[in-house]
C-alpha cells in the first residue's frame, strides 16, 4: 500500500517539469523579441553599416535562431519525453521527429546545436581578431574544441551503448 502510494507520488511528480516548459517557452518569447529589435536595427542602419558589421550582425542574428531552436527541441521533446505525449489532433501540425527524440539522442542534438552556436560565436570573434589579444582567441579555440570533442565523444559513447536498443 505504502509502496504504491510512494510510485504513484513519484510519477506524479513528473508534471513539476511542466511549468519548467512553460518558462523555457516564455524565454523563446524574449528571444524572438531581441531577434527582432536586433534585425529592426540592422534594417534601419543598413545603408550605413560596414560589411564586416553587417556580417557580425547576421551572425548574431543566426546565433539567436540556433539558440531559438534548440530551446524548442529541448521544451518539446523533454516534455514528451518526461511529462505526457503531445497529441496534436486536427490540422497539420506533425511533428515527425519528436518520437526520434529519446534522452540519449536529445543529448547529441543538443551537444552538436552547442557546437553549431560556439562556431558561431568564434567566427565572430575571428572577425574582430586584430582587436582580440593573441591569448584570448587561443582560449576561445581550446574553448570550442572542447566543445567539439564532447559532442563526437557523446555521439560515440551513444552509439556503442545505446543504438542496438534503439528501433529507428
Known amino acids: 500500500m505504502l509502496e504504491r502510494l510512494i510510485e504513484k507520488l513519484l510519477f506524479s511528480s513528473r508534471w513539476i517539469l511542466a511549468p519548467v516548459y512553460v518558462g523555457l517557452s516564455l524565454a523563446l518569447v524574449a528571444l524572438g523579441v531581441k531577434f527582432f529589435q536586433e534585425l529592426f536595427h540592422v534594417l534601419s542602419h543598413v545603408l550605413i553599416l560596414k560589411e564586416a558589421d553587417l556580417v557580425l550582425t547576421i551572425l548574431a542574428l543566426i546565433d539567436m535562431v540556433l539558440v531559438a531552436g534548440l530551446v524548442v527541441m529541448v521544451m518539446i521533446s523533454s516534455y514528451e519525453n518526461f ?3 503531445i497529441e496534436l489532433k486536427g490540422g497539420n501540425e506533425e511533428l ?3 518520437s526520434k527524440l529519446d534522452a540519449g539522442t536529445l543529448k547529441i542534438k543538443v551537444a552538436a546545436s552547442i557546437v553549431a552556436i560556439s562556431s ?3 567566427l565572430r570573434i575571428f ?3 586584430p582587436q582580440i589579444p593573441n591569448d584570448k582567441l587561443m582560449w576561445y579555440v581550446i574553448i570550442h574544441l572542447t566543445f567539439v570533442i564532447s559532442a563526437v565523444l557523446m555521439g560515440v559513447l551513444d552509439k556503442l551503448s545505446f543504438a542496438v536498443h534503439r528501433d529507428h
Open 127 to 129: 572577425m574582430n581578431a
Open 83 to 85: 511529462v505526457s505525449r
Open 120 to 122: 558561431i560565436h568564434l
Open 96 to 98: 515527425g521527429w519528436l
